[in-house]
C-alpha cells in the first residue's frame, strides 16, 4: 500500500460513513435551526458521561505516547488536550446548570455505554500507540467537522448554541485536531500491514460510534 496520506486515503474510501458521522441530522438540525431542546439536553448529559470516560483513555494514549514515540512533541500535544478537558468538564457543568440538565443522575444510554466499552478496549496496553492516536484523531475529528459546519457563512444555528459549536468548531481546536493527524500520519508509515490493518478497522469502529451517538442523542435509541 502506498503509506503517504494514509488517512485521506481511507477517508476518501469510507466516505460515506465519514459523511455520515459529520453531517447527522443532529448536526444539521443546530445548523437549520430547527433542533428540538429535548435532543440537545439529552446529548448535553450524555456527552458528559462520555467525556468522563474519554479521560482514562487520553491518559492511556498519553503513556504509550511516552513509551512508543520518538518524537517529543507528541507527548506535549496530548498532555495539552487533557488540560483542556478539565476545562471542558467544568463548560458541561455549566451548560448543564443553565439549561435544568441535573448531572448526577444521568443513566448512561446504550450507544453510550458501548462506545465507553470500547474506549475502554483501546486503553488495552496491547492496542498498539500508533492505532490508539489514530482512533484519538477520528474521535476528535467528527466533533471538529460536525460543529465547524454549524459556524459556516449561511447557517442559522440558535445563538444560545453559537458557545457549544465554537468549543469545537473554533480554529484553535482545528490546528489541535490536525496536530493529531500529523502525528497519526507519521506513525502510520512505519507500521506493519497487520497494525495498519488494525488501524483502518478502528477508525471504522469510532465512526459508527459516533454515528449512534448523534442517533441516540436524536431520540432514536
Ligand atoms: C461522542 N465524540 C463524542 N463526544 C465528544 N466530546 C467528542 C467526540 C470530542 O471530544
Redesign the pocket.
Given at each position: 500500500v502506498e503509506r503517504s496520506a494514509m488517512i485521506d486515503t481511507w477517508l476518501e474510501k469510507h466516505r460515506l460513513i465519514y459523511t455520515g458521522a459529520t453531517r447527522h441530522p443532529f448536526i444539521l438540525s443546530i445548523r437549520d435551526g430547527t433542533i428540538d431542546m429535548t435532543s440537545f439536553k439529552r446529548w448535553l448529559a450524555?456527552?458528559y458521561l462520555?467525556?468522563r470516560s474519554?479521560v482514562p483513555f487520553l491518559s492511556s494514549v498519553l503513556i504509550k505516547a511516552w513509551k512508543e514515540s520518538d518524537d517529543n512533541t507528541d507527548m506535549e500535544i496530548i498532555l495539552g488536550g487533557m488540560a483542556s478537558?478539565s476545562d471542558?468538564i467544568s463548560w458541561f457543568k455549566r451548560e448543564a446548570s443553565k439549561w435544568g440538565v441535573l448531572l448526577t443522575d444521568i443513566i448512561p444510554q446504550k450507544a453510550?455505554q458501548d462506545?465507553c466499552r470500547f474506549l475502554e478496549s483501546l486503553m488495552s496496553p496491547d492496542v498498539e500507540y500508533t492505532v490508539s492516536i489514530t482512533a484519538f484523531w477520528a474521535?476528535?475529528a467528527?466533533?471538529?467537522e460536525s460543529f465547524a459546519h454549524c459556524l459556516e457563512d449561511g447557517s442559522k444555528t440558535p445563538p444560545e448554541l453559537q458557545e457549544t459549536c465554537e468549543r469545537?468548531g473554533n480554529t484553535g481546536f482545528g490546528e489541535y485536531c490536525q496536530s493529531l493527524k500529523r502525528i497519526a500520519e507519521r506513525k502510520l508509515q512505519k507500521v506493519s500491514d497487520d497494525v495498519l490493518t488494525k488501524a483502518e478497522v478502528l477508525l471504522l469502529r469510532v465512526l459508527e460510534?459516533?454515528v449512534e451517538?448523534?442517533n441516540m442523542s436524536s431520540g432514536g435509541t
Open positions: 450524555q456527552d462520555f467525556v474519554f478537558l471542558e453510550n462506545y474521535i476528535e467528527v466533533y471538529q469545537w460510534h459516533e451517538f448523534w
